[in-house]
T-cell receptor, first 113, second 112 residues
Framework: QQQVKQSPQSLIVQKGGISIINCAYE??????FPWYQQFPGKGPALLIA?????SEKKEGRFTISFNKSAKQFSLHIMDSQPGDSATYFC????????????FGTGTRLQVFP | GAVVSQHPSWVICKSGTSVKIECRSL??????MFWYRQFPKQSLMLMATSNEGSKATYEQGVEKDKFLINHASLTLSTLTVTSAHPEDSSFYICSARSETQYFGPGTRLLVL
């Protein structure tokens, strides 16, 4: 059972453009939503995270938008760069103390110069 | 920042042998570590939660006798793949909990 649905599966963006990755969930008990960036052959690295009491969080070129009523959240990468080319995973955690990350299926982003 | 290391980074072994993978939190103590498995172009699948000083909690479908987990100290957890077979070939990633989960660089296992 896929608890966190992620789309698109792959994304091609031109340098300087905006990359948008969407995730949706069903479990209303989820209360922490991190995004991870993974380069080939490497472990995932935490990019940015949000809690459901906030509708938006921005860190540099990366922004999470959160819609609690729709149970959706998205990652926006502004001014996308070739170095952003990687696989991005959204995730959700049910109750911070459990720490059990439920990952989305991943989005492979390619940014062309 | 919080750093997690894994050793080895890659390993090739013969079918039937056992392989041990180490996961260390280098600059923080972690009472909880996690082991994931990732197939090519797929997402991370949680295998087990490792708690220091107690038995690991395995996810449904993960054979605890095949994937032995030991969390001997607050900075070290090990995953031993026993009697490895080609279908165990995968990318194994650990994470350690500080204020959030920090992931190691992964270990690529190839069983011939």
């Amino acid at each position: 059972q896929q608890q966190v649905k992620q789309s698109p599966q792959s994304l091609i963006v031109q340098k300087g453009g905006i990359s948008i990755i969407n995730c949706a969930y069903e479990n209303t008990a989820f209360d922490y939503f991190p995004w991870y960036q993974q380069f080939p052959g490497k472990g995932p690295a935490l990019l940015i995270a949000i809690r459901p009491d906030v509708s938006e969080k921005k860190e540099g070129r990366f922004t999470i938008s959160f819609n609690k009523s729709a149970k959706q959240f998205s990652l926006h990468i502004m001014d996308s760069q070739p170095g952003d080319s990687a696989t991005y995973f959204c995730a959700a955690v049910e109750g911070f103390n459990t720490d059990k990350l439920i990952f989305g299926t991943g989005t492979r982003l390619q940014v062309f110069p | 920042g919080a750093v997690v290391s894994q050793h080895p980074s890659w390993v090739i072994c013969k079918s039937g042998t056992s392989v041990k993978i180490e996961c260390r939190s280098l600059d923080f103590q972690a009472t909880t570590m996690f082991w994931y498995r990732q197939f090519p172009k797929q997402s991370l699948m949680l295998m087990a939660t490792s708690n220091e000083g107690s038995k690991a909690t395995y996810e449904q479908g993960v054979e605890k006798d095949k994937f032995l987990i030991n969390h001997a100290s607050l900075t070290l957890s090990t995953l031993t793949v026993t009697s490895a077979h080609p279908e165990d070939s995968s990318f194994y990633i650990c994470s350690a909990r500080s204020e959030t989960q920090y992931f190691g660089p992964g270990t690529r296992l190839l069983v011939l």
